[in-house]
C-alpha cells in the first residue's frame, strides 16, 4: 500500500515538472499553433488554437515557458506573438516604476 502510494506521488511530480505530457495540444496539428500570419484565414487557426488552450490544465505552466524561452513565434498558453511582447513590456513598465517609486526619484 505505501510503495503504491510512493509511486503515485512520483509519477504526479515527474507529470507536473514535464509539463508538455499534460498539454491539451499534444495530439492536435501543431501547424494550429504556428499560423503565418495573424490577419485573414490564419485569426481563425488562432482562436481555434486559443480554444484548445482554453480547456488545457497546464496553460500556466506553457506560457511561463514560452515567456521564460522567448518564443516569437506561435501560440503558446493561449497568447499570441503580440500578446506576450505586450505582457512583457507591461512588466517590464512595473518593474522599472517599482524600481523609481523606492529610490524616491520621480518616473
Known sequence: MVVAELVTLRAERLARRDWRTSAACRTADPELFFPVSSFGRAQDDIAQAKA???SCEVRR???QFALATHQMY??????TEEERRVRVREQRERARSTVGAGTGRSV
Open 52 to 54: 484548445v488552450c482554453g
Open 61 to 63: 505552466q506553457c506560457l
Open 74 to 79: 506561435g501560440v503558446w498558453g493561449g497568447t
